[in-house]
C-alpha cells in the first residue's frame, strides 16, 4: 500500500519516519536473543546465525511494511548495501552529529521531490528492539536537514550539553519492534544511552540498484544460508543488461528464477 499522505508528509518535512510496532513480542524477543549471542557468545549460535541479516534477524530484510515504505522512497529497485547490529549499554553512544546540507546533491545520498515523488539516496532503517521514550537517548535528528543547502553550523552540532542543542534537534518515542527510516542525508547521532537496560537495534542501509557505496561485509557461510528471494537484495548493482538477447533486467524475479550467486570479491 505504500506510505500513507501523513507519513510522506513527515518524511519529507522533518528527513526522518516512525512506524510504531511493525514486529511481533515474539518476533523482537527472537531477534533479540540472536543479537546478545552474536555480541556476547556466538559459539552458541550455528556459523550461518552469527552475523545479521542471517538467523532470526532475515526476517526484517525484506519486511513488507519496511518495504513498501523504500519503494515510495527509493523506487521499486532496491538493495540491502549494509545490515548491521548494535548492543549498547548505558554511557555508550554512536558518533557525533553527522550529515546534513549540501551532500543533498549526491546522488546516492541525496534527496529530492518532483512530479509528486520522493527521489531519496540511501535510506537508514534502525528496528528498534528496545522501548524507546521521549528522553531516552535513541537516534536523534536535525529535523530537515537532509534538504539543507548550506553546511550545518556548529551551533547546531552540541549533542551532549542539552541547554546548547540545537532547537532543530528531535527524536521520537516508539515501542519495541518498531521501523525508524531515515534519509542518510538527514543529520543524525546516537547520544549517551541513559538506561541500565542495553540498547537493542539492527541498522539496514538500502539504496537504489543502480548504486554501491559500502563494501559488503556479511560473511559467506551467512549470505549463502539465505533463500534466494532474500539473497537477491544483496545482488550486484546493475539495472541491464544489453549484451544479452532480449535485454536481461537485474529483477528480483530474474535473480530468484536462475538462483545466481551474489558475487563476492571482498571474501574471496
Given amino acids: 500500500m505504500g506510505m500513507t499522505e501523513s507519513e510522506r508528509f513527515h518524511f519529507d518535512l522533518a528527513g526522518f519516519l516512525v512506524r510504531p510496532a511493525i514486529l511481533s513480542a515474539d518476533e523482537v524477543a527472537e531477534i533479540r536473543d540472536q543479537i546478545d549471542r552474536i555480541k556476547h557468545n556466538p559459539e552458541s549460535l550455528p556459523p550461518e546465525h552469527r552475523s545479521v541479516p542471517g538467523g532470526a534477524s532475515s526476517l526484517l530484510i525484506d519486511h513488507p511494511k519496511v518495504v513498501e515504505v523504500l519503494h515510495d522512497l527509493i523506487g521499486p529497485n532496491i538493495r540491502l548495501e549494509s545490515p548491521g547490529c548494535v548492543w549498547r549499554k548505558k554511557g555508550e553512544r554512536h558518533g557525533d552529529l ?14 529530492r521531490v518532483q512530479n509528486e515523488r520522493i527521489h531519496a539516496g540511501m535510506v537508514r532503517v534502525i528496528f528498534e528492539l528496545s522501548d524507546i521514550g521521549k528522553g531516552d537517548a535513541g537516534t536523534h535528528f536535525i529535523a530537515g536537514s537532509h534538504k539543507a543547502n548550506f553546511p550545518m553550523h556548529p551551533d547546531h552540532l552540541e549533542l551532549d550539553d542539552e541547554s546548547k542543542r540545537s532547537p532543530f534537534l528531535v527524536n521520537y518515542e516508539c515501542p519495541a519492534g518498531s521501523a525508524v527510516f531515515f534519509s542518510e542525508n538527514t543529520c543524525h547521532a546516537g547520544p549517551e544511552w ?11 542501509a538500502y539504496s537504489h540498484l543502480a548504486t554501491h557505496w559500502h563494501r559488503l561485509h556479511v560473511p559467506p557461510v551467512v549470505l549463502n544460508s539465505l533463500p534466494p528471494e532474500k539473497r537477491a537484495y544483496f ?4 539495472i541491464a543488461d544489453f549484451r544479452s538477447k532480449p535485454t536481461a533486467h537485474n529483477t528480483i524475479e530474474r535473480f530468484v528464477e536462475k538462483d545466481e550467486p551474489v558475487i563476492r570479491t571482498d571474501h574471496q
Avoid at 553527522?98 to 534527496?111: S, T
Avoid at 541513559?194 to 539496514?204: A, E, G, M, Q
Avoid at 545482488?235 to 546493475?238: I, L, S
Fill in 98 to 111: 553527522h550529515g546534513g546540507g549540501p551532500k543533498q546533491i549526491d546522488p546516492i545520498f541525496g534527496y
Fill in 194 to 204: 541513559k538506561r541500565d537496560d542495553p540498547r537493542v537495534t539492527i541498522l539496514h
Fill in 235 to 238: 545482488r550486484e548493482p546493475w
